[in-house]
């Protein structure tokens, strides 16, 4: 920025030179985006060290980031309530005599949840204590076990509601809804081809097969399971029908969770309500601190121009369409690696844009493979949250489930070069249902 005592490609330098250093000390990212502001913010003369706290406390001012709490509190709420039970048995009914039975209803519950909490850490966390163990005392690899529940759970960033497209639309004012009818396929197909590596896998080692259940059973299962399956249903019809907004969707959905697990269901009390409140408290401070620091390091960047530094010499590359999707994945995929999805976006989604814009690239298609690239690193190291929540669960170090998650991510990459080459695979379901949202 003209007038500035840094240029862009020093202030850069300071940015990231002390966000690394501090991630290699292992000071947790939230606080270190933070801290890597502090020599900006006081040697910078026109700023002062105040515009840390003034810019974190900016980004809570979005009626639309209210969604974050509520979306947790729902996940929370199904677990406590008996609605994560239900939908163990209908996906068992569904996939339960595939090969790999168990582990097959481990990623087909993940769809189900994915498409009620949109939290990726809190499906993580509560499927982790459902099926490590017991997959382990039926045969499956410890290894195996850890890593399809990690992986499994990163459906909750890319089927709706997911908090990562309130956030990106919130950011990058795209239309939520879109994002919603976009993230659909792109999540079932990846949804399918873990599937196919747990079958891969169950014939290979051999692992046990239920026996087939009856037409019965999986029609009282179904009946049993309408009412927990309406909430996906309530929550995008909602916002499609234009009857509530993103924010409102999540208030919504909690008060069902709630009236499913009090009235219906009738499993939760005050003190499993007390425990859903807490976890929820704990869950949304992180991920809402997160998104704060984050906010300020993205104001400096934007203040002294470094996105358009950076994109100079990438935008004479003459990428078309399809060379961009690709640069764009593999930046996300990288980025993720080390920073939490929330921050990714308000950091490297604004960064990108630009880019993405310069060759007609469709915003929504832009998101979703933004988001889908992003979904990787909560599985990869040295960040990966859900797999190290998986890990923490099982009780071993993250280095004893690397290599099996590794190979479950190679389909799952074709799924993401092939939603980049085909822009249809994502923009399929927005066009033929609301072609509005996309103008």
């Known amino acids: 920025m003209t007038g500035s005592l840094f240029s862009a490609g020093q202030a850069a330098s300071i940015l990231f030179g002390c966000f690394f250093v501090l991630l290699v000390l292992r000071v947790p990212v939230a606080f270190a985006l933070g ?4 020599p900006l913010f006081y040697l910078e003369p026109r700023l002062g060290t105040m515009m840390l706290a003034q810019e974190t406390f900016n ?64 499906d993580a966390a509560s499927q982790s204590k459902i099926f490590i163990d017991a997959q382990t005392r039926e045969g499956y690899d410890l290894s195996f076990s850890i890593a399809i529940t990690a992986v499994s759970a990163v ?9 990562l497209m309130i956030v990106w639309g919130g950011l990058i004012s795209t239309s939520i809804g879109a994002l919603y009818l976009a993230g659909v396929v792109p999540g079932l197909l990846i949804a399918g081809a873990q599937m196919a590596t747990v079958h891969v896998y169950a014939v290979k080692r051999g692992y046990p097969t239920y026996p087939r259940g009856t037409f ?11 009412p927990a399956l309406m909430t996906p249903v309530i929550i995008v019809g909602g916002i499609l029908a234009g009857w509530f907004t993103a924010t409102e969707s999540a208030c919504v959905a909690v008060l069902y969770s709630a009236v499913l697990s009090i009235f219906v269901y009738r499993e939760m009390g005050p003190k ?53 999707g690709f640069f764009i994945a593999f930046v996300f995929l990288v980025v993720g690696c080390f920073l939490d999805a929330i921050p990714a976006i308000i950091i490297v989604g604004t960064v990108l844009e630009p880019l993405a814009k310069s060759v007609s690239m469709d915003p929504v298609h832009f998101a979703i493979v933004a988001i889908v ?13 859900c797999l190290m929540i998986s890990c923490a669960v099982a009780g071993v170090p993250l280095r004893v489930a690397l290599k099996d998650t590794l190979i479950m991510l190679v389909p799952m990459v074709v799924v993401l070069a ?19 949202l996309l103008k």
């Open 35 to 38: 801290l890597a502001c502090l």
């Open 59 to 122: 980004a809570y001012n979005s009626f639309i980031l209210l969604a974050v709490p509520f979306f947790l509190l729902t996940a929370n709420l199904m677990s406590v309530g008996g609605i994560t039970d239900r939908l163990v048995a209908l996906s068992r009914a569904i996939v339960g005599s595939f090969p790999g039975s168990l582990a097959q209803i481990n990623v087909v519950l993940s769809v189900f949840f994915a498409g009620i909490s949109g939290s990726s850490t809190a």
């Open 155 to 163: 459906l909750a960033v890319v089927i709706p509601p997911s908090i």
């Open 216 to 226: 019965r059973q999986l029609l009282c299962s179904i009946w049993v399971s309408i």
């Open 272 to 324: 499993e309500l007390y425990k859903a409140l807490v976890d929820t408290g704990k869950l949304a401070s992180v991920a809402l601190f997160c998104i704060g620091t984050a906010s300020a390091f993205g104001w400096l960047l934007a203040y002294y121009r470094i996105p358009q530094e950076l994109l100079a010499n990438v935008t004479t590359w003459g990428m078309g369409p399809i060379g961009v």
């Open 373 to 385: 690239s992003l979904a990787f690193g909560l599985v990869t190291p040295p960040y990966g949250l």
């Open 418 to 436: 092939a939603m980049i080459v085909w822009p249809d695979i994502a923009l399929f379901l927005p066009r033929l249902i609301a072609p509005e």
